[in-house]
């Protein structure tokens, strides 16, 4: 990670939650210190520089971890998970919340939510932890990321328009939680596109939490974390695991693959660019409930491929497509992957003309988006594909228009299949510790 982009979630509060944890009377748990140092001279030994952060204890003063193994501060102006560079792996939930919770009830989760994401982007064990509280309890932690560094980990909040209103069984709209008023505008139930087929149960939600990290057991172990503690306030409604982030949020680095073969997230918003980010990622002051001022929209895909037809087509057909080369990613009549495309070189439906800013009067929204294949259909074919995940500061001028151009007229729809949709109001960061996830709009 670039010192720059850790630089956008950082504050001075970023280490202190673990002094506020010690205040508390609770010596804040370093999962890393489990390993110790005589794990760490193995670790060093073993792997070199890669493994000094997997075997650093959090509360001492070792120097700080290679750049690219850093813990993604939780604490900032802007939730991390967005603009912070994307990691290998995802697990996202969207999260209904029981027709037995209460505005207060929900505060005390959203509260015990928080310090829990703290701690554990941070590698430290939920609460007491998972091996050292009463022995007539079960730990606060469930314990299958003891030993394993944060891996980048983030965290990040969402809240779907459901929360704010949601149809009862009568087809009354109902204001659960007094927060009716409260919704923002651009906080829209998502108009139905051309070709979608979704899958309610795949889709909606009350919350959303979006983890990302190195490691899958990482992210996997957040969003349980997180479940056990809201058990009883809130439920899984569905959740996505994805692998090979199919966006790059880092200008230098090597733009990964999607499962089509092809380079995806080189025409992205870098998380460095603070100038774009503003124009197009983040909500501005005044345009919007104050609550979401410095925050954004996140709109989640479920984007089926038909990936037994695609593999069955020619490398011709397929570079039409999108419009770019397989091999290199460079657009039609360019050499080069980060050449200037030359929209007209390509054919009137490719996927990049239809998407590009130019054909689209400037719209950019920043993708970060991960692959997934979940098993078989039932049929034979893989349940593959992209799990689209897109940031804009407002979905009414992003999102909406570009999909309804994609899905009226780009040859990628031959191949694809949108299965389940989401949209969520991510609010801005928690600045420091004290501080909690939905503080501004509750409060
Ligand atoms: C509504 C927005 C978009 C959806 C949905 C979407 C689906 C989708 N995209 C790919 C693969 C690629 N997309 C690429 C570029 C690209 N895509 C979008 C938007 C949506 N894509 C944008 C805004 C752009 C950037 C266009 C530009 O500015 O040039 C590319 C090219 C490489 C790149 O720039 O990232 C690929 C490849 C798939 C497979 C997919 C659904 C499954
Ligand atoms: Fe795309």
Known sequence: MDAENQQQNATPAATADATEEASAGRAPVSRRAVIGWAGAGVALGAAGVGSVAAATRQDDDTPAAPAATADIPFFGDHQSGIATPVQDRLHFAAFDISSSATRDSLVRMLKEWTKAAAAMTGGREVGSGAASGLPEAPPDDTGEALGLPASRLTLTIGFGPSLFE??????????????????????????????????????????????????????????????RIGMGTVNIRWSQLGFGKTSSTTPDAQTPRNMMGFKDGTHNIAGTDTAKLAEHVWAAPGEGPDWMTGGSYLVARRIRMHIETWDRTSLKEQEDVFGRTKGEGAAYGRTKEHDAPDLKAMPDDAHVRLAHPETNDGLMILRRGFSFTDGTDGLGRLDAGLFFLAYQRDTRKAFVPLQQRLAASDALNEYIQHVGSAHFACPAGVRKPGEWWGQALFG
């Open 166 to 227: 949601k149809s009862a069984p009568d087809g009354q709209m109902v204001d659960r939680f007094g927060l009716k008023a409260r919704r923002p505008e651009a906080l829209i139930d998502l108009p139905k596109f051309k070709g979608d087929n979704l899958d309610p149960q795949r889709s909606g939600g009350d919350l959303c939490v979006q983890a990302c990290a190195d490691d899958p057991q990482v992210a996997v172990h957040a969003i349980r974390n997180l479940a």
